[in-house]
């Protein structure tokens, strides 16, 4: 496959375009039933993509031939990264569905020997922060009085797709799926990017996972932490990753090299540019970012103390703000301000 474009696609395609990883996921998500017909196991990706070029910021797919109930098939996985529903997902997945079945018959060499067609079973991740509110099905797009009058039902294609609505999924549910550390922590990245309040609440519970993946394969987790990085709409990042070093270690290098690859790009954020006195600014701007949005509100007289302390301080602060359960744990009033 092509190097992905929109950060979105590039975890995505990292992630599930592993025959392994995708099917410990459908195994998850897919209706008992269906799972049990399924040799997931027999699972291959495909090369080919059948977004139209229209929603190609807003979809990602892939494809993959699958034993069902010992006949060839196919399991075609939608990542939909826009932020609220697409209303017409059903007639979308329509459209992909058909033209997977026309490359079928194509490849086929003639329509006899196209049939009986194969059966592909569409299933959308949907990652969006507010949750799926959308039709699933196509039936549901029609006008429901006419839906229900005798006969009319025929007429109506039968199409739905299996909705994997990650805004729905708690962090233990995430962990009952049973996947390994780069699918959890993928769909995580994926689930809490939307908001930085929410990312940085549940980055305590993903810590260890993140630190103890960068270990192994620093490459994934410099992967989704480039993905944070690029998609996390409304945090200062410095801050924000001193917090990061303190539960995760083994991450401190990777966020650097990050960085570093992103400024030399032109599109590092998080980082003040200038002198270190703006750089100092930008610091103690987003420690109190931070704090107002895990804590709400901050008083004067801790911001007057974020003001007067040095660099150094504001950086121990911004690292205690993962694990810390009131203000008084971030900064001590007691300590020494210099």
Known sequence: ?????QPHDALFKMTFGNPARAAAELRAVL???????????SLQLTASSFVDRHFQGRHSDLLFLADIDGKPGYLYLLFEHQNAPDSLMPFRLLRYVVLILERHIQD??????????PLVIPVVLHHGASGWRGPTSMAELFDQDLVQRAGVIAYIPQMSFVLDDLASVSDEGLVARNLDDLSALALWSMRDARTAKRLLISLQFWALRLDRLARTEPAAVEQILRYLWLV???????????ALHSAAPATETLTMTIAEQLEARGIAKGKAEGEAKGEAKGLRRSLTHLLTLKFGSVPDSAIER?????????????ARVLSATSLVDVIDPDGPVV
């Open 31 to 41: 209706p008992p039933a269906l799972v049990q017909a399924i040799d997931l196991q």
């Open 108 to 117: 086929a060499g003639s329509n006899a020997a196209s049939l009986p067609l």
């Open 232 to 242: 996390v709409p409304d945090i200062d990042l410095d801050p924000f990753l001193s």
């Open 306 to 318: 974020i003001d007067r302390a040095t660099e150094e301080q504001v950086l121990a602060w911004s």
């Open 1 to 5: 496959m092509s190097e992905p474009k």
